[in-house]
Structure formats: structure tokens, C-alpha cells
């Protein structure tokens, strides 16, 4: 019985012609497949001319099943007691015709009846056997579980053989310049490509941004980008993708671009791009090389002896042909020159020389250092040295790190369904295998997640497996998962609490540490999109100071996946190893076994590795049965990382690997909250009673003190629209996208508008006129509110700065009744803070083109209404219909008879009755001395490169240039 082979699902053990007996054991383990056993779905038959019996119940029909022999035994006139029961409920009857018929006499003789007897029993006795040990059974017809074979440098899995001379470590040194200019403190990568699709173009980008790498993609055009900014240079390294577009810049481009590598000692490095027709010993214009071009070849390896090795090591040589057979390789004329990868004609009528596929001009010939590869980025050694090139070219300015942690969790050590849990012989297995990886992997533990309603609910030898887990709970790190396996967001605060007390007891009753500060949730429910009553219960009960998640912001692409701290709870971005729950048997492997091997050798997960400094990945108790597969998949991947690269591997506890994460990349901390209705994944586990419905449809962003409040109260009568609930802290304005209340979620954000089923009004709106100037509200407000339109109000900004300053006098602003305005505005950097900030805030809204600038980085023109305040205080019925048009918003409404002018008010007020209006507080067009003259000057001087630009900007975006601007600008 071979592994694929016959399955006792396939096993029908009949015996046939004692009398008519026909009785079958069909499909004992019917369902007992590779995948596993559930005795649920066994099912153990008699079935014969007599009828069917099974599991569930056992019915036998009467009739005429019986044939014409049997017909006279069945009692046809009396009235018998029972006879109208079934014949299960009849045992004595049922044995009585069940061996009649299978004897086929009346008068069988003593031996047929114990015959029978034995083999009842025996098959009685198979099927007990079977439904209390599954497990031993299918061991019988299982081979063993694959086993990490790879060795560097050998024949193994990875098929990498002896390094090429040695593979020891070097460092990294750039080469000795020294640069004069000097670049930007974070430069970034210049990427030439094709075109906006191209396959290599493509592959770079996604590097560099799994990465976190930042970088400029161009299309080469006529013209270069500009490279430098108030005289520092904007990029530390320069990739063409088609290295030949390079050579055939015109001069002047190419003059340019020379002197920016010269000038900021910085190097480029470009791929020879796939030709059609085959090139032997192609002079490449001005260097000193020739190439080769559509090259079959195979068995690559690295020059251990080369300066730009730091990532990658050479681990040996790669066994047979490589991808593709259009590789450019190159011969080098130049000593310095040197070959970083290379390998051999796999075509037996070339030449058998050795040829150079990677190649390192170390720039002593023209003072440009280039690294050049002979195919693309499908090659995954390719990869490696992509990202050592970058740091060799760029002096270590786009830097390198070597360190990687990587911390595995067993998702759930007790969940998963009978037959592919893990026996006692899985959990020696585990300890096996984590004593190997601490031996490669310094500090490394498998880190278990626990629901203790699911222990022992296996067979008794997974039950002994669980018995196991709890007797070696110290050779573990644990943590808290929930009691069942229920979805967080599914449940009240109080339901949570009760779940994890419940899991929190069973781990006191087992010793399993509770101080991991670490959790997760199943399905990545409740951690993002945030459902605040799990973080309430986390931290009350458990703690949790930690967990990790695949979903943010969105499960794919997966090298976008980000961390970020929410209630000072910091959650890891979870990277998947390419094991399910369902992933259980190495040939089962979805795509076949060489998916899983690719991915390891070189592939994907090997990948993830490399890019992220610190990895958390999730496995299932089913990785850890049967085949195993976690335990191989691990040991293969980092034998992998130690033979190819010189990255230093280590594994710590959960709340070490945060605090690692968040201080490599503090700017992840701040969440971006995302609209979970874009994305199918979130409204799965998304509470259901939330709606994109009660997000605002539309924003008033500001800035203040041009008329936001007039215009806010005007929308707030239109039948259609509904503004946000009122803050008690911030009053109309709920001041969401700008300061702290950012941090408390959208969860808090949503509170402040009705649930859809209790209102009516289509339109949703908010004000808060300090979004207008706020850096990162633009961004934030896209990632939640992608189809929000915009609504800005200007007047003229130095009126707006004087407004401001009044504004702080009348609330009794300290700053602002002791300095003057005059002081104010012209206060330098060396002021008081307290000045210094009343002065930005004065000043700094009114640079109006910079601001809207930001936000058309983020919206389209098309989302985005600017408002003339001015026009909006004296014809605020002609602004407002215009506006009705640019929101869509149905019915109409006739402001014409709802605004009034009010004489005493010297504005535009709400009509509440025949001669009754009702006009904005008192904080609303105050009355103050006007402007000096001096002041005046001095503001449309300041303002004037900004006046400039909003006009070109207004002029750009079809808009009547206002009669305020057009004035500052005489
Ligand atoms: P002043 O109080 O300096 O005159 P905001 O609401 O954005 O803070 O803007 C306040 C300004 O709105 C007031 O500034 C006022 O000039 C202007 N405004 C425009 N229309 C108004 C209206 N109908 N009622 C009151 N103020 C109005």
C-alpha cells in the first residue's frame, strides 16, 4: 500500500455466498483520507439483500426483498406482538433471519452459526479498533513526514552545491570617495523604466517598497527629473531598468546625469533588457565590456571575492538550468571590473567557459560605480543582490540592516478537528525540531496560542498529544486565544470578558503562563477593522499589550501589510507562511509539493524573511500532525537564509519583537484608518450593526475664520443634509482628522452621526476648519472618506489672519492680549513659543495654493469645491445653490426664502418667521478697530508669493479669480 495508494476509504472487505449473504464493510474509513479521520463521517455498513444497516440507525426492509424462498417464513396472518415494529428493535428476530438467510436453511448446522458468530465479532472488533485509534492506523499506510534534507553547499532539497571558492563574509566597503555635495538625509532611489507596466519596472518598485525603500519612478522622456533640491541631491542610488536606454541617452541628458553620479557619489545599476536576436561579443558603447545575449545556462554561483556581497552570501553553486534562456552575459576587458555572479553554457555547443552574468564596475574609470545584471528579477539570487547593489552604490546611504527576528505562532494549539491534531509522537516531533532551530536560531520557541475549550477533543492519542503540550508548557512561550473560537466582533464587551476569563482560568488550572501580554483573535476579527469592545477586554483581562494581524491596511499585497498602535495595544503586521489549516500533507500541497519548496528556496517566504526586519508568521495546529509541515517548512527556510545570506537570525517574546518594530519604524505607530467598505475582507468582520452609511458623505474643511460657521449653518437647514452631532469638547466641530481624536477610532468618529435607520437625511456632513492646514489630515481623510467631496472657504489671508488674532483676544488668549498684532505677525523664530505659535496660527492657514496643493494630492479637482468667503457673506444664496449643485444633493431648496440680511447683525441670518431672523453668536462677526496700514503692507508683502500661486492654482482649476485676490495682487 503505497502513500497515494488504497486508502481503507477504498477497502470493501465482502464476504460473498454463504446462502445469499452479501455483507460489505464499505467505506469504514470512507471518509478516512490523507486529510484525516473524523469517525463522524464513518460509517459502518451491513448491507445486503436484507437491507441497510449503519451508524445512525439500522433498518432492514421487509418485503420482497426477500426472494421467494424466504416467503413462507414471514408470518402473514396472525397478529405477532412487535410485528409492526422495525426489525431493529427486534434484535433475536433480526440475528434469527439474518443467518437463515445467509445459511440458507432451516437447519443449519452448528458450525455455520459460529462461523458467522466469529466473523461478526471480528468485524466488530475491526471497527471498535479503528473508531478508538484512527491515528495508529493511518500510520500504518502513511510514510514518514518530509524532512528538511537541504545543506548548503550539498545536494539537498534546495539543490545547492559546493560554494565556489570560499563563502565566507566580507565586508562591505563601499569604494573610497568622498563625496563633496552632499545628498538628502532619507534619498531616495531614481528608477527609470520602460513604461508606467513594464514587468522589471514593476518587480523594482515592489522591492523597494517591501522593503520601505522610497523611491521615483520615471518614464524616460525627453528630459531628466530634476536630481537635486536647494543643492542637495535627492537620490542615493539610480536604476535603469533597461541599461541600454542609458547608453543611448543624448549627450546632454547624459552629460547630466553623469555629473549628478560624479558630483553626489552615486552609482547606478541596470538590467540588460531580453533581446530577440542573439548578440556574440557586442561591444556595449563606452564600457569596457561585451555581451552575450540569449544565453541558455545553468548551474549558478556567486564570486565569493567581491566588495558588494553584504546581504548575500555565496552559498554554493544552484544545480541545473537557470530560468529563462535569455540571459546577456558579459566578458570584461577591465580589471576593475568584476564579476559578481556567474555560470555555465547549459547548451553543449557553446563554449563551456564560464560566463559573467552579474558584473561590478567599481567606477575607477569614469568615477561612476554600476552594478549590471544580465537577466530581470525573476531570478530570486537576483533579488538579493538587488538590494546589496543598492547599498554599495548609494555608500550604505540607502542602508542595509542584518539583523532579522522571527517569531512563529501555532495559531491554536487545541482547534482543529479530530485526525489532524498532534499526537504525543507530533509533539516530540516539535520539540525535536525546536531544539534544532535554537541551535540555528538563537532565542527560538514556538509560541503557542491556546482556546482551552478545545483541549482533548481529539482521538486518545491527540488527546495525549494535548496531555503533552501542558507537561512540556515550559519549553513554550503561550498566549491567550479566545475560549471558542468565536469572532470577536461578534460579541459585546461583556461577552468578550466572559470568553477570556473563561480561557484565562483553564490556563491557571494547567500552569500556562498568562503574562505574555500577547493575543490574537480569530479571523483577525476585532483587531482591524477595530472593534473597541476586544481591546477594552484584552486589556482588562488579559493585559494584551500586543497582537498581530494580516489585515492591515489590507491582506494583499501582502508586502504592504504595516503594524500600527492603537490604545497603546501594538499590532504586528502577521506575515503568512504559506501554511493553512488545510494545508496537512506534503503532496497535498495546493499547486504540488514544489509550490511549498520554491517558496522556501529562494521564493516567497525566503523573501519575507529578507525584507523585514522583524517577521511574526502564523501556523495551525495541523501544520505541527501528520506530515508536519511547519516543522519542515522552518528548518528549510532558515537552513536556506543561513546558506544565501549573512542576515542574523534571532527569535524574542512578542512584546520584545513590538517594541523592536515600532522603534525601527516609529512612523508606523499612527494608524491611517481605512474605509472598511472597500474592502470586502473588513465588512466580513466588521460588527454588522456598522455602516459606511454613517460616514459623513461630505466635509467643510476650513480654514477658520472665513465664514465656516455661516456656511456650516446654512447646509444644516437644507432638509437633505445632517451635520454631525455636536462635541461637547470641540462644539459643532468634531476635529476628527487633525490631534488626538484621531487616535480614538473610527468607532468614536461614527457616534457623532445618526445610524442610518434612524435618519432620514442623505447627506451626512461634518465641519471642522482645522483639517484645512493639518499635514496628514488630507491623507487620512482619502484612506477613510475616499468619495467625500470637499468644501473650502478663502478670503483674503491677511483679513483671516487679523480675524484670528481678534478671535484669541476675545477668548482671553494670554499671547494674544499681551503682544500686539503687529508683534505677532512679525515675531521671529527666536520669539516666545507662545508667540511663535499664535503666529502660525495667524499666519500660516493663509497660505492657501500650499494647502490646497496637499489636498489635490490626495483628491481630484473634481471632489474639491473652493468657496469665495466673501462672496458667501454678501450673496450667500448664490454660493449655496452652487454648492447644492456641486454636492448633488436633491430636493433643491430655495434658500432665496430661508436667508435674509439682518441690518443690525450687518449679515446674512437664518428667516425663522414673517419678520423674525436668526443670526450666528456673537463670536461670529465681531465687531474690531480696523487693520493698520502698516500691517496691511506688511501682510501683502508676506502673502504675496502664495497670493501668486493661488491664482495660478484658482485660474488652473477653472475658477473666478476673487476680487480680494485680485486687489492684493496690484
Ligand atoms: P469675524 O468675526 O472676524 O467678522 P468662521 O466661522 O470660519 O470662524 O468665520 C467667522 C467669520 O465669518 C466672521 O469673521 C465673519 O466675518 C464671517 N461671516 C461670513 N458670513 C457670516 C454670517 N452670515 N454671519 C456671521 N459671520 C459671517
Redesign the pocket.
Known amino acids: 500500500m503505497k502513500r497515494e495508494g488504497v486508502s481503507v476509504g477504498q477497502m470493501k472487505l465482502s464476504v460473498v455466498g454463504v446462502g445469499q449473504m452479501k455483507l460489505s464493510v464499505v467505506g469504514v474509513v470512507g471518509q478516512m483520507n490523507r486529510e484525516g479521520v473524523s469517525v463522524g463521517q464513518m460509517k459502518l455498513s451491513v448491507v445486503g439483500v436484507a437491507g441497510q444497516m449503519n451508524r445512525e440507525g439500522v433498518e432492514l426492509l421487509d418485503g420482497n426483498v426477500w426472494g421467494e424462498d424466504n416467503q413462507n417464513l414471514l408470518p402473514t396472518t396472525s397478529y405477532q406482538p412487535g410485528q409492526n415494529l422495525p426489525l431493529v428493535c427486534r434484535p433475536w428476530r433480526l440475528w434469527h433471519r439474518a443467518t437463515r438467510f445467509i445459511i440458507g436453511s432451516r437447519k443449519a448446522s452448528w458450525r455455520r452459526y459460529i462461523l458467522l458468530a466469529a466473523f461478526v465479532v471480528i468485524i466488530i472488533i475491526l471497527y471498535l479498533l479503528i473508531e478508538s485509534s484512527p491515528r495508529s492506523i493511518m500510520s500504518l499506510v502513511r510514510n514518514h513526514p518530509p524532512e528538511s534534507v537541504f545543506r548548503c553547499g550539498g545536494d539537498g532539497g534546495g539543490k545547492v552545491r559546493g560554494p565556489t571558492g570560499n563563502a565566507t563574509f566580507h565586508p562591505h566597503l563601499p569604494p573610497p570617495r568622498s563625496p563633496e555635495n552632499k545628498l538628502r538625509d532619507d534619498p531616495k532611489v531614481l528608477v527609470f523604466t520602460e513604461t508606467q507596466y513594464s514587468k522589471t519596472g514593476k518587480d523594482i518598485a515592489n522591492i523597494l517598497v517591501a522593503n520601505r525603500i522610497n523611491y521615483k519612478t520615471e518614464v524616460l522622456g525627453r528630459s531628466l527629473p530634476g536630481l537635486t533640491n536647494l543643492s542637495r541631491g535627492k537620490y542615493g542610488a539610480v536604476i535603469f531598468e533597461n541599461f541600454e536606454r542609458y547608453l543611448q541617452l543624448d549627450p546632454w541628458n547624459r552629460e547630466l546625469l553623469d555629473k549628478y553620479l560624479k558630483d553626489y557619489s552615486v552609482g547606478m545599476m541596470g538590467f540588460m533588457p531580453v533581446r530577440e536576436d542573439t548578440r556574440v561579443g557586442t561591444k556595449l558603447k563606452g564600457l569596457p565590456l561585451y555581451i552575450h545575449t540569449n544565453m541558455a545556462l545553468k548551474n549558478v554561483s556567486l564570486n565569493s571575492d567581491n566588495p558588494m556581497l553584504h546581504l548575500t552570501r555565496a552559498g554554493g553553486t544552484i544545480v541545473g538550468p537557470v530560468l529563462n534562456s535569455d540571459w546577456t552575459t558579459f566578458t570584461i576587458e577591465d580589471p576593475t571590473y568584476i564579476p559578481i555572479e556567474w555560470a555555465y553554457p547549459s547548451l553543449t555547443d557553446f563554449s563551456e567557459e564560464r560566463q559573467n552574468t552579474v558584473v561590478l564596475d567599481q567606477g575607477q574609470l569614469d568615477g561612476i560605480p554600476r552594478v549590471l545584471f544580465g537577466a530581470n528579477l525573476e531570478f530570486w539570487l537576483h533579488r538579493l543582490l538587488f538590494l546589496d547593489a543598492l547599498s554599495y552604490l548609494s555608500l550604505g546611504r540607502i542602508p542595509l540592516a542584518l539583523d532579522r527576528y522571527i517569531l512563529v505562532d501555532i495559531d491554536d494549539i487545541f482547534v482543529a478537528r479530530k485526525g489532524i491534531r498532534m499526537t504525543t509522537d507530533d509533539v516530540m516531533a516539535l520539540l525535536e525540531s525546536q531544539r534544532r532551530l535554537q541551535e540555528m536560531v538563537p532565542g527560538w520557541r514556538f509560541n503557542l496560542g491556546f482556546s482551552g475549550k478545545y483541549y482533548q477533543r481529539g482521538y486518545p492519542e491527540e488527546n495525549d498529544g494535548d496531555k503533552m503540550l501542558l507537561d512540556h508548557v515550559e519549553d513554550f512561550w503561550w498566549f491567550g486565544h479566545m475560549w471558542g473560537h468565536t469572532q470577536p466582533h461578534e460579541l459585546t464587551q461583556d461577552e468578550l470578558e466572559i470568553q477570556m476569563q473563561l480561557n484565562k482560568e483553564f490556563a491557571i488550572k494547567h500552569d500556562i503562563p498568562t503574562d505574555s501580554g500577547y493575543s490574537i483573535a480569530p479571523h483577525h476579527s476585532g483587531v482591524y477593522p477595530v472593534h473597541e469592545p476586544l481591546y477594552t477586554a484584552w486589556k482588562k483581562v488579559w493585559n494584551v499589550r500586543v497582537t498581530s494581524s494580516e489585515e492591515y491596511p489590507h491582506l494583499y499585497p501582502a508586502r504592504l501589510r504595516r503594524g500600527f498602535i492603537h490604545r497603546n495595544i501594538m499590532v504586528l503586521p502577521r506575515l503568512t507562511c504559506g501554511l493553512f489549516t488545510h494545508t496537512v500533507f506534503i503532496d497535498k500541497y495546493p499547486g504540488g509539493r514544489k509550490v511549498l519548496d520554491d517558496s522556501i528556496h529562494g521564493g516567497e517566504l525566503f523573501q519575507s524573511i529578507v525584507y523585514n526586519p522583524i517577521s511574526i508568521y502564523m501556523t495551525h495546529l495541523s501544520n505541527y500532525g501528520n506530515d508536519r509541515l511547519a516543522l519542515y517548512t522552518f528548518e528549510s527556510v532558515v537552513k536556506f537564509v543561513k546558506c544565501w545570506t549573512n542576515l542574523k537570525l534571532q527569535t524574542v517574546p512578542p512584546l520584545q519583537l513590538a517594541e523592536q518594530y515600532f522603534h525601527r519604524f516609529p512612523d508606523e505607530a499612527d494608524p491611517i484608518w481605512g474605509n472598511p467598505c472597500a474592502d470586502h475582507r473588513h465588512m466580513q468582520i466588521w460588527a454588522k450593526e456598522k455602516s459606511c452609511d454613517q460616514l459623513p458623505k461630505f466635509l467643510v474643511i ?1 480654514p ?7 456656511l456650516y449653518t446654512f447646509l444644516a437647514m437644507h432638509p437633505a443634509i445632517l451635520a454631525n452631532y455636536p462635541s461637547p469638547e470641540t462644539f459643532e466641530e468634531v476635529q476628527f482628522f487633525n490631534g488626538k481624536n484621531y487616535y480614538k477610532g473610527i468607532d468614536w468618529y461614527m457616534k457623532f452621526f445618526p445610524v442610518p435607520a434612524n435618519s432620514s437625511a442623505k447627506f451626512l456632513f461634518e465641519k471642522s ?1 482645522t483639517y484645512f492646514e493639518g499635514d496628514v489630515v488630507p491623507r487620512r481623510v482619502r484612506a477613510l472618506l475616499p468619495a467625500a467631496k470637499l468644501v473650502i ?1 478663502i478670503i483674503s489671508p491677511s483679513k483671516r489672519a487679523y ?1 484670528w488674532y ?2 484669541m483676544r476675545a477668548h482671553s488668549d494670554h499671547t494674544a492680549l499681551l503682544y500686539t498684532f503687529h508683534q505677532v505677525i512679525t515675531a521671529s523664530d527666536t520669539a516666545p513659543r507662545a508667540v511663535r505659535s499664535l503666529r502660525n496660527k495667524c499666519l500660516v492657514p493663509g497660505m492657501y495654493a500650499r494647502h490646497i496643493e496637499r489636498w489635490l494630492n490626495h483628491f481630484p479637482s473634481s471632489q474639491i469645491n473652493i468657496i469665495d ?1 466673501e462672496e ?2 454678501s450673496d ?1 444664496v448664490y454660493v449655496m445653490n452652487d454648492l447644492q449643485r456641486f454636492l448633488g444633493i436633491q430636493p433643491f431648496y430655495n434658500y432665496t426664502e430661508h436667508l435674509r440680511f439682518d441690518k443690525r ?1 450687518g ?3 437664518q428667516v425663522v418667521g414673517e419678520d423674525r431672523t436668526k ?2 453668536g456673537r ?4 465687531i474690531y478697530p480696523a487693520m493698520n496700514e502698516s500691517d496691511v503692507k506688511y501682510l501683502k508683502e508676506f502673502y504675496q508669493p502664495y497670493n501668486i500661486a493661488l491664482e495660478k492654482l484658482l485660474t488652473k482649476l477653472d475658477y473666478p479669480v476673487p476680487s480680494w485676490l485680485e486687489e492684493n495682487l496690484q
Not at 705 to 710: L, N
Open positions: 476650513g477658520q475664520k472665513t465664514g465656516t460657521t455661516a476648519a472657504t480675524s481678534h478671535h468667503g458667501l457673506r450667500p447683525k449679515f446674512f441670518c443670526c450666528l463670536g461670529k462677526g465681531r
